[in-house]
């Protein structure tokens, strides 16, 4: 798919959404009892599942105990069925290696992790299916899961994706949209702060056609939030009912 040809013209995209229209997002939280935080989320048919244990303390050497804050530790893969290609090594391919950084980089700067020293957090995200947006659907997945586990944090993160159709910015790509070839924004984001936790773009872009991919994937992170927040809302409502019995 060209990028001319990511918009009709009468302004639709080829899954008969508006310019920044996300996808139809589903979400729950508590999805496994035996972790401390768990949660699902469908972003259109991408498909993620996360789940936290912690805070507890140091697995392995304990000379990786930090004095001031908990460790994050963060697992991110592709399930070997998530995309039509044959995957062979869903865990240790270099990709996944890179995304589980930025995702531990993006909770990092969520998390109060300085109210856990020499603690570990472990935050494990497998995309189940793939269909663009996976890193951004993963991280509201992780979101959702750490505050089901109860670990405070300053923030949401919410994370979102935008790309362009000439000069017309399109949020939360599809994997058709991703492959077209354009540029592709991820921003992973704060929303009461306005705190940019990640930014990756694909290639370069002149400043102005930056700036509206930039806004239109914020935009789409604050959809996200008011999103999960009523998801979290939901919860809450759930565990207190579950408790009041």
Do not use: W
Not at 92 to 113: N, P, S, V, Y
């Amino acid at each position: 798919m060209a990028a001319a040809e990511l918009l009709s013209d009468e302004g639709y995209r080829a899954d008969g959404r508006r310019p920044a229209e996300l996808r139809k997002v589903r979400a729950r939280m508590g999805v496994f009892a035996q972790a401390d935080g768990s949660a699902y989320i469908e972003q259109g048919n991408t498909k993620a599942l996360a789940v936290v244990y912690g805070p507890h303390e140091m697995r392995g050497s304990r000379s990786r105990a930090l004095p001031d804050r908990a460790l994050v530790n963060c697992q991110y893969s592709l399930a070997t069925f998530s995309t039509g290609e044959r995957r062979r090594r869903p865990h240790g391919d270099r990709q996944a290696g890179e995304l589980a950084l930025h995702l531990r980089q993006t909770f990092e700067a969520a998390i109060l992790t300085e109210l856990y020293p020499r603690s570990q957090i472990d935050i494990y995200v497998q995309i189940l299916q793939a269909d663009g947006g996976n890193y951004c659907a993963g991280v509201n997945a992780a979101t959702l899961a750490v505050m089901d586990a109860g670990i405070p944090m300053r923030d949401y993160v919410c994370a979102g994706s935008a790309g362009l159709a000439d000069d017309t910015p399109l949020a939360d790509l599809s994997a058709p949209e991703e492959a077209a070839g354009g540029p592709v924004l991820v921003l992973a984001l704060l929303p009461a702060s306005g705190h940019v936790a990640l930014l990756q773009l694909s290639a370069r872009l002149h400043q102005q056609r930056l700036e509206a991919a930039l806004e239109a994937a914020a935009a789409a992170c604050r959809a996200l939030h008011a999103l999960l927040d009523r998801v979290v809302r939901d919860r809450l409502r759930e565990v207190s009912a579950a408790l009041g019995d």
